[in-house]
Structures are given as structure tokens and as C-alpha cells.
């Protein structure tokens, strides 16, 4: 028997989603919309029982802690933060205002496997991490594309450098390990689930580095098609 939301409101989002993120280990989906909606449905639920607006509008920031107990949202005005998935409170918020907010616009964020660090990636390619236990925050210049992800340790941030190439920038030493150039550039990054991999795509095509080594294992180009737009890996890590 349907619900009376499944009935009467079967659209969660009433504007165009913007953003989403899924937990393989929980199943907890999260979707975000260009009105600041975040909606969150677990594994069983015909539809989310959590609808909330932390902020203003989204795009693309979103992430789902692993376990699925927490989300990360990260909004066009510059403002973070962390909230619960069962009703929606703050863990982490900062907020910003004005036009300093507006340069650090939100275009990627994650969350490591503890919940004690959060990563995001502005459009101005300010990479900047908080430390929730310390209250410290760091920040590093030179950086571009749309996507940001903490390795399974929580060690390494994966990113994309000014020319388009993967990096992995190490949270010990500070630095970029080494990864082979693309012959493309692309915009978007993401491990494999087993986190040997990265795969990269862009405009140009979609490429595949080993994570021990950096070595580029494999790359398609997409000539005479209109690019890569977004990466999806399957939960198995055999198809892209």
C-alpha cells in the first residue's frame, strides 16, 4: 500500500537536483537541489523520511559519511558543515557572507572514515580542510576541478591539479604524490570501492590510474562526442 507521500508528493524535489551521494555500506542515499534541499533515504524507505535545508543553493557538494550516519553539505554562499542524517542537526557548521562567500562557492566535498575531517574543493580552487577535533582548519591554493575524496585511511585527498591531472595530495607531508599526466584534462576524480584505482573523466575522454604507483593503466577519448559529464563506478569496481 502507498504511502500518502508516494501518493500525493512523489517529488521530493521541487527544483532541479543538483547533487547527490550514496554509502554502499548503509545504502543511504542523499540527494541536494538548487533551492538548498537535501533529502536522505535509507535502505527500506519507499521514500526519505528527511527533508531538510541546511543552507542556500547546491552544487554538486554533498557527501555521505561511511556507514551513512552523517552528510556533508557545502552550498553556493561558501558555507560547510556536517549534520546528522536522522533529523538533520549540525555536528559542523561554518558559515559565509557577502561576497567572500560567494569566491568560495562549494564544488566538492568528503568526508574521512572517522567524521573527524572534512574536505571541500571551492571554485576558486581553494582546497580547505577542517579538523573537527582540533577546530583547526588548513587551506592550500592551486587546484580545479569539481570532485574531492579522502582515501579509505583518511590519509590522502584525492583532487585535480590546475592542468587537469589527478593528484593525491598527502595530509602528513603536505604534498602531491606522484600520478601520470592524462592525455586529457579532466574536471571530475574518484576511487575505485576497492581504493587501488582512480578513475578520471573530463571533456576529453575518461582515464584509469593505478593508486600504488600513479601509472596510467588506460584512457578512452571521446572524439566527436560531447565529453564526459560525470563518473559512476560499479559497486564490484568491474564497469565504469
Known amino acids: 500500500m502507498q504511502s500518502l507521500t508516494d501518493r500525493f508528493c512523489p517529488n521530493t524535489h521541487d527544483a532541479a537536483i543538483t547533487a547527490a551521494a550514496h554509502d554502499p555500506d548503509s545504502g543511504t542515499v542523499a540527494t541536494a537541489d538548487a533551492n538548498g534541499f537535501v533529502a ?13 535545508q541546511p543552507g542556500g543553493q547546491i552544487n554538486g557538494a554533498l557527501a555521505l559519511i561511511r ?4 552528510v556533508a553539505v557545502g552550498d553556493e554562499n561558501g558555507t560547510i558543515g556536517m549534520y546528522r542524517c536522522v533529523d538533520g542537526t549540525p555536528v559542523f557548521r561554518e558559515e559565509r557572507e557577502g561576497n567572500r562567500g560567494l569566491v568560495r562557492a562549494m564544488r566538492g ?6 567524521g573527524s575531517l572534512i574536505a571541500a574543493i571551492a571554485k576558486d580552487g581553494l582546497l580547505r580542510l577542517w579538523d573537527l577535533n582540533s577546530n583547526e582548519r588548513d ?5 580545479t576541478g569539481t570532485t574531492v575524496q ?26 602531491p604524490t606522484y600520478m601520470d599526466k592524462l592525455k586529457t584534462p579532466a574536471t571530475k ?15 576529453g575522454g575518461i582515464s584509469l590510474l593505478r593508486v600504488s604507483d600513479g601509472a596510467l593503466i588506460t584512457s578512452f577519448a ?5 565529453g564526459i559529464q560525470n563518473l559512476l563506478i560499479s559497486p564490484d569496481g568491474s564497469q565504469a
Open 222 to 226: 571521446t572524439r566527436g562526442g560531447s
Open 150 to 175: 579522502f582515501d579509505q585511511r583518511g590519509e590522502r585527498v584525492l583532487l585535480i591539479d590546475p592542468n587537469g591531472h589527478p593528484q593525491l595530495f598527502d595530509l602528513t607531508t603536505r604534498k
Open 189 to 203: 576524480a574518484q576511487f575505485s570501492p576497492c581504493g587501488t584505482m582512480v578513475l578520471a573523466g573530463g571533456s
Open 139 to 143: 587551506a592550500w591554493r592551486e587546484f
Open 67 to 70: 556507514g551513512g550516519s552523517m
Open 109 to 114: 566535498v568528503s568526508i574521512n572514515p572517522t
Open 40 to 52: 536522505i533515504q535509507r535502505t527500506g524507505e519507499a521514500s526519505p523520511r528527511l527533508v531538510f
